[in-house]
């Protein structure tokens, strides 16, 4: 998206989160994780809209759902019943599925993070806020990956497309870009833009947390 260098990258995002907490220490962890998030928050609800509601490509889950109906057609999925985008009898997605559990399981107990802000909230909000907080976050991967996902697919043949006429790479997929794609293809510039601060966001949080972790 940007043109940075991938190492340089790598080097430059850590370094604000390393000052502020340094500086700030868990104050600054727990601020900055409030901030952070809402911004994503926004973002993702700013893509979402888009997509089904006001861009002039798509505007409307009907539209959507006809341009994933003949993508299916042309481009089958191989394990997916009739080649669907829009079935749940996935074989992908079942493997997805139990990779993610128990890859999250061990996310969660093994990092040090989660322990740090147990132990940090009060036993009478700790719990609640847990259960709310994993209640709330199926928001976030609907409304992202598989909004912008589907966004990707419906308009791999428009030639807004970054990649048009061709489909995206299978390891440019791989990497991640999809959402950019999707994001560039919707919004242009503005897409782009709004994908490296939600990019920014993310990392920088959880940079932080796992550094007062440690």
């Keep these: 998206l940007s043109g940075m260098h991938i190492a340089a990258a790598c080097f430059l995002l850590p370094l604000g989160t390393i000052i502020y907490t340094m500086f700030g220490g868990i104050k600054a962890t727990f601020l900055t994780d409030y901030a952070h998030t809402v911004a994503v928050l926004i973002i ?27 993508a299916s057609r042309i481009h089958p999925i191989e394990g997916n019943a009739e080649g669907s985008y829009l079935t749940m009898r996935s074989q992908g997605g079942a493997m997805f599925f139990i990779i993610n559990i128990i890859g999250n399981f061990g ?68 990497a991640g870009l999809t959402l950019p794609a999707a994001a560039v293809a919707l919004l242009g510039k503005a897409g782009a833009t709004a994908t490296l601060i939600m990019i920014f966001m993310a990392v920088t949080s959880a940079l932080s947390s796992q550094l007062i972790a440690v």
């Design 44 to 70: 993702i609800l700013y893509f979402a809209f888009t997509t089904y509601a006001t861009s002039p490509l798509l505007g409307s889950p009907s539209v959507v759902y006809d341009l994933l109906v003949n």
């Design 107 to 174: 996310t969660v107990f093994l990092d040090n993070g989660y322990y740090n802000k147990a132990i940090a909230a009060s036993p009478a909000s700790a719990l609640p806020g847990y259960i709310l907080g994993g209640i709330s976050w199926f928001a976030v991967p609907f409304l992202a990956a598989t909004t912008m996902g589907l966004a990707a697919i419906a308009l791999e043949n428009n030639p807004a497309f970054p990649t048009y006429p061709n489909r995206l790479d299978p390891a440019d997929v791989t």
